[in-house]
């Protein structure tokens, strides 16, 4: 059975996913486009944060994610 880090390399580029990986002090999630996985490491797009680097290795949970719902009109 693969890890959680090794999992991201069968999904393709592109694919909207979580990842939980081990911080120092805990633990964090990156959320956004897979936009480049290979055997070491990971590169997540997210809104918040841009590019987040993750390293396979401190991968503790991954999944694919639905996209986002769409947004919702300004209400005056």
Do not use: E
């Amino acid at each position: 059975m693969d890890s959680p880090g090794q999992q991201l390399t069968h999904l393709p580029v592109g694919t909207r996913v979580v990842v939980r990986y081990r911080i120092d002090g805990g633990l964090t999630d990156a959320l956004g486009d897979l936009v480049h996985v290979d055997s070491v490491s990971c590169t997540i797009r997210t809104r918040r944060q841009g590019d987040v680097v993750v390293n396979l290795d401190l991968v503790t949970a991954a999944k694919p994610v639905p996209p986002p719902p769409p947004r919702r009109p300004r209400r005056f």
